[in-house]
T-cell receptor, first 116, second 110 residues
Framework: EPEVTQTPSHQVTQMGQEVILRCVPI?????FYWYRQILGQKVEFLVSFYNNEISEKSEIFDDQFSVERPDGSNFTLKIRSTKLEDSAMYFC??????????????FGQGTRLTVV | GQNIDQPTEMTATEGAIVQINCTYQTSGFNGLFWYQQHAGEAPTFLSY????GLEEKGRFSSFLSRSKGYSYLLLKELQMKDSASYLC???????????FGGGTRVLVKP
């Protein structure tokens, strides 16, 4: 069964450093997303990506964050100058093999980011 | 704005039935999803409702009333492995983001 894969599974970084979280969405999906979940809190939307550009972003997704699809398979989230409050589980998701069909979003296993 | 409410926690006995309610107020609506999330793991898809009514999928069923902004997830014949958080999420438009509720943690006791 196709799945969304994320690397690394855990990342510990010093405050102020840059991190790149990597995702390989399901290959025939058109929409890609990043969500985050701070420990004990709800899943929050960060950004969605369609047709090689950001289609929507939340107020959390400020200039500190950026996304890229550098090739045909990877989808990355870059966090610059990390802060303690960026510590969370970051989930990548993908959906929609076609625009016309409503489907669920498939989530990767997440990257647990700890900023120290 | 968007507001999605669900109870924080529920406890039930193995073999029993539990109903998890979700109410929502959103600026648009394309569908409502239920996901299961075990601690420290990714959300996994359970069900999807677009139209009013009941969708049944094995031991899990989900109901939607769009006019009332209300959904529930019904878990039957509870098993210990069903102990998890259950997340209600609304999609405003196809391909759009999911807005999640806070999740309902279900504890299944022997």
């Amino acid at each position: 069964e196709p799945e969304v894969t994320q690397t690394p599974s855990h990342q510990v970084t010093q405050m102020g450093q840059e991190v790149i979280l990597r995702c390989v969405p399901i290959s025939n999906h058109l929409y890609f997303y990043w969500y985050r979940q701070i420990l004990g809190q709800k899943v929050e939307f960060l950004v969605s990506f369609y047709n090689n550009e950001i289609s929507e972003k939340s107020e959390i997704f400020d200039d500190q964050f950026s996304v890229e699809r550098p090739d045909g398979s990877n989808f990355t989230l870059k966090i610059r100058s990390t802060k303690l409050e960026d510590s969370a589980m970051y989930f990548c998701a993908s959906s929609h093999p076609t625009r016309e069909v409503n489907t669920e979003a498939f989530f990767g296993q997440g990257t647990r980011l700890t900023v120290v | 704005g968007q507001n999605i409410d669900q109870p924080t926690e529920m406890t039930a006995t193995e073999g029993a039935i539990v109903q998890i309610n979700c109410t929502y107020q959103t600026s648009g609506f394309n569908g409502l999803f239920w996901y299961q999330q075990h601690a420290g793991e990714a959300p996994t898809f359970l069900s999807y409702n677009v139209l009013d009514g009941l969708e049944e999928k094995g031991r899990f069923s989900s109901f939607l009333s769009r006019s009332k902004g209300y959904s529930y997830l019904l878990l039957k014949e509870l098993q210990m492995k069903d102990s998890a958080s259950y997340l209600c999420a609304v999609e405003r438009a196809a391909g759009n983001k999911l807005t999640f509720g806070g999740g309902t943690r279900v504890l299944v006791k022997p």
